[in-house]
C-alpha cells in the first residue's frame, strides 16, 4: 500500500479565490473551471449550490475532477493531461491510494492548528479499484469498462486529452468532513512534518503545489489522521 497526493480545487490563479477552510476543520470543495470545450453538459459553478459567493464566476463551467459523488459526483474518478502528475500517479497499482490535498483560505476565527491566512490541507482520498489507465489503453477499452469513466471531466471534452485516467472503489474512497493539515499553524508555506518527515518531498520552495509519495506505513498513519478530528496531527 502507498500513496501519491496531488493539489487539486480552486487557487489563487484559476478562478481567482480558494476555497474556504472553517473554524471546526470542515471546508467546501470547489473544482476549478473548465478550461476547454465540452462535448457533453457539464455544471457551472452556481450549479454546484456551494455556500461561497461564486457570483463573480457563477456562470462559468466548471472542471469537476476529481469527482465526489459527495457534493454531486457519479463515480470517484479522476483524470490529468499534465505529465508532471501522470507520470508519477501511473506507477500507483490497485489497492494504493490517490490523496488529495487542496489550499484552502482561512474563514473566521482560524483553529489553533490552521495558519492564519491559508493553508494545504487534505480534503479526501481514493482507494483505487483497479490499475490507472493511460490516455492511450482508455481508447482500446471495451466500451463496458470505457463507461466507468464516463462522467469524468476529460471524457467529458470535446477532445479527450487524458494522460491518466484513475477509479475509486466506492468502499474505500471519500470526501472528508474535516481536513487533514498539510501547513503548518505559522503560515500556509511551511509545511508540517507530515510533508517533511513523512512525505518525498522537502518541504521547501512551492511544496503545496507538487505531487508527494507516501510509503506504506506513511499511508496508514496519513490515513488514520483522516478518521482523526482535524488537530489531531499536532496533538
Do not use: C
Amino acid at each position: 500500500m502507498r500513496a501519491i497526493a496531488i493539489n487539486v480545487g480552486a487557487n489563487t490563479n484559476e478562478p481567482g479565490f480558494r476555497g474556504p477552510l472553517f473554524p471546526d476543520g470542515s471546508f467546501e470543495y470547489i473544482p476549478i473551471p473548465e478550461a476547454k470545450p465540452t462535448a457533453d453538459p457539464v455544471p457551472t459553478y452556481a450549479d454546484l449550490e456551494l455556500d461561497t459567493d461564486v457570483s463573480g464566476v457563477a456562470d462559468r463551467p466548471v472542471h469537476f475532477d476529481p469527482e465526489f459523488p459527495e457534493v454531486g459526483g457519479e463515480r470517484y474518478t479522476y483524470g490529468d493531461e499534465h505529465g508532471v502528475k501522470a507520470g508519477p500517479l501511473s506507477e500507483l497499482s490497485a489497492g494504493d491510494y490517490l490523496v488529495f490535498y487542496a489550499t484552502l483560505s482561512t474563514t473566521g476565527e482560524p483553529p489553533d492548528w490552521a495558519s492564519p491566512q491559508w493553508g494545504a490541507h487534505v480534503i479526501g482520498h481514493f482507494r483505487l479499484a483497479r490499475d490507472p489507465v493511460t490516455g492511450e489503453a482508455y481508447r482500446d477499452l471495451p466500451a463496458a469498462e470505457r463507461a466507468v469513466f464516463d462522467s469524468n471531466a476529460h471524457v467529458k471534452r470535446a477532445d479527450f486529452d487524458a494522460r491518466i485516467l484513475l477509479l475509486g472503489d466506492p468502499d474505500g474512497s471519500r470526501l472528508y468532513e474535516t481536513v487533514v493539515p498539510l501547513s503548518a499553524p505559522s503560515g500556509g508555506t511551511d509545511a508540517n512534518w507530515l510533508v517533511t518527515e513523512r512525505s518525498s518531498d522537502s518541504g521547501k520552495g512551492p511544496w503545496w503545489r507538487r505531487p508527494m509519495r507516501f510509503d506504506a506505513d506513511a499511508t496508514a498513519e496519513l490515513l488514520a489522521f483522516a478518521d482523526d478530528h482535524p488537530g489531531a496531527v499536532f496533538d
